[in-house]
């Protein structure tokens, strides 16, 4: 019983290491890198004739994988990771009974999700779902 609680706060650290380095990484995407991306873009088409694509993605356009939905999708595998604990939490205390740390595990992997997705909504990538 005793090892309960420490994989559930392993699950939620791999969470929130997870979620920071990807927000922190999305922070760079914002800033400069979309200047670098169209200044590329446009030196590595001089001698093309087809359209530019200057947006920081892997596949230009709506379709495919872009930054955007590649860091909406690290986000979903944080919150997963999170939700995961808080299960785990959940499934011991009705397997083997009530532990000591059960509420603050839950309660902080429910906060933890819900940090995620306010970040996700608060800089609109719900929208690249």
Do not use: W
Request: with cysteine; proline share 4%; charged share 10%.
């Amino acid at each position: 019983m005793n090892f309960i609680p420490k994989i559930c706060t392993t699950l939620i650290a791999i969470s929130l290491v997870i979620f920071f380095a990807t927000f922190y990484h999305y922070q760079g995407i914002l800033e400069n890198e979309v200047k670098l991306s169209s200044v590329v873009a446009e030196a590595a088409s001089a001698f093309n004739s087809a359209p530019v694509y200057d947006e920081p993605s892997f596949v230009p356009g709506r379709y495919g994988i872009t930054e955007e939905r590649s860091v909406f999708l690290l986000f979903a595998l944080a919150a997963l990771f999170s939700l995961s604990a808080a299960a785990t939490a959940v499934a011991a205390r009705l397997k083997n009974g009530p532990f000591q740390s059960f509420v603050a595990i839950t309660l902080c992997s429910l906060c933890v999700i819900g940090s995620i997705a306010y970040t996700a909504y608060l800089y609109g990538l719900d929208t690249y779902a």
